[in-house]
């Protein structure tokens, strides 16, 4: 009996293709409109409602109230906070990660290829806690790295010349050049692997041709290479520049007394019970996410991912 059913539903579907593409797109479609777009649409929801400042209850009237709290200094500093950060992040991993990606674009071949990618994975498989915990004696008073510029005598210089607090005052994991290094660390591979694709499919022949035709090696970078490279920059600076902005966990336990984005989440739905300034507060890297997102298509980012 169940064998002539299978047979029947095996007919079915051979008869009509369209019936299986639907029978197989049926349960991440319904997962991804139910639970992933819905709890969007429930978080969008709660942030037209406001709270009640007498009875401390939430008032479910339309209202763009709770948006105009995002406008006070208060909250308005926790934004350009963020979004600071994560320009700054996005950047000093462009910095960072050409060279390495360029690096193992032209010149890793066989075993050094692998040993590249091994290289730049190896930090993804460990956990994320572990990483951020390290970080965190690595920056401390009495770390590795407080250690070494002592021993180089450099503390005093950089105290004076970068205001970096490594000696005196609260330790580099607690403040927001800690929380840099930690941001920058843990999401550099997301900045290189995209360029890397984006340079390997730069041909040589157009940087040689450039040489022929006079062009010194910056002018052959700036003019030829960087233009060609580009999609591949905003493509890493999608992952960098959005785990930034939305990140709680490195803020909290590196960062200082100063909230980000995440902070405020947690902060108002939890400690202070205010469910729509904390739901206006996420719509906000939604809307500066989808807004990058245009920008970045528009420039063919999404080409090298």
């Given amino acids: 009996m169940s064998d002539t059913l299978l047979g029947r539903i095996s007919d079915t579907l051979w008869r009509n293709p369209r019936l299986l593409i639907v029978a197989l797109l049926a349960p991440?479609?319904?997962?991804?409109?139910?639970i992933y777009l819905g709890s969007l649409f429930a978080l969008?929801?709660?942030?037209?409602?406001?709270?009640?400042?007498?009875?401390?209850?939430?008032?479910?009237?339309?209202?763009?109230?709770?948006?105009?709290?995002?406008?006070?200094?208060?909250?308005?500093?926790?934004?350009?906070?963020?979004?600071?950060?994560?320009?700054?992040?996005?950047?000093?991993?462009?910095?960072?990660?050409f060279p390495v990606a360029y690096f193992a674009a032209r010149y890793a071949r066989g075993p050094w290829k692998a040993l590249f990618y091994l290289g730049v994975m190896l930090p993804l498989w460990s956990s994320y806690l572990v990483k951020v915990y390290s970080w965190k004696l690595i920056l401390a008073k009495e770390g590795i790295l407080n250690w070494l510029f002592e021993t180089l005598h450099l503390s005093r210089l950089l105290n004076a010349y970068l205001s970096l607090p490594i000696v005196g005052g609260?330790?580099?994991?607690?403040?927001?050049?800690?929380?840099?290094?930690?941001?920058?660390?843990?999401?550099?591979?997301?900045?290189?692997?995209?360029?890397?694709?984006?340079?390997?499919?730069?041909?040589?022949s157009m940087l040689e041709?450039?040489?022929?035709?006079?062009?010194?090696?910056?002018?052959?970078?700036?003019?030829?290479?960087?233009?060609?490279?580009?999609?591949?920059?905003?493509?890493?600076?999608?992952?960098?520049?959005?785990?930034?902005?939305?990140?709680?966990?490195?803020?909290?336990?590196?960062?200082?007394?100063?909230?980000?984005?995440?902070?405020?989440?947690?902060?108002?739905?939890?400690?202070?019970?205010?469910?729509?300034?904390?739901?206006?507060?996420?719509?906000?890297?939604?809307?500066i996410m989808g807004l990058y997102l245009w920008w970045a298509k528009r420039k063919g980012a999404f080409d090298a991912l």
Avoid: C
């Fill in 44 to 97: 969008l929801a709660q942030s037209f409602f406001s709270i009640d400042e007498f009875s401390g209850l939430i008032n479910y009237e339309f209202t763009l109230k709770t948006y105009g709290e995002l406008f006070k200094a208060y909250n308005l500093d926790i934004i350009v906070r963020t979004v600071t950060m994560a320009l700054a992040v996005t950047i000093g991993a462009a910095i960072i990660g």
């Fill in 170 to 204: 609260n330790s580099l994991s607690v403040s927001t050049t800690g929380t840099f290094l930690v941001f920058l660390y843990v999401w550099l591979p997301f900045m290189i692997l995209p360029i890397q694709a984006s340079l390997e499919r730069v041909p040589h």
């Fill in 209 to 287: 041709a450039s040489g022929d035709l006079g062009a010194t090696p910056v002018q052959a970078f700036r003019t030829v290479l960087l233009p060609l490279a580009f999609p591949g920059i905003i493509a890493g600076s999608i992952f960098t520049f959005s785990l930034t902005l939305g990140d709680y966990i490195i803020p909290q336990i590196v960062g200082s007394s100063r909230r980000f984005i995440g902070q405020a989440v947690y902060q108002y739905q939890g400690t202070a019970g205010n469910i729509p300034l904390a739901a206006a507060f996420a719509v906000v890297p939604i809307i």
């Fill in 28 to 34: 991440p479609v319904a997962w991804l409109g139910i």
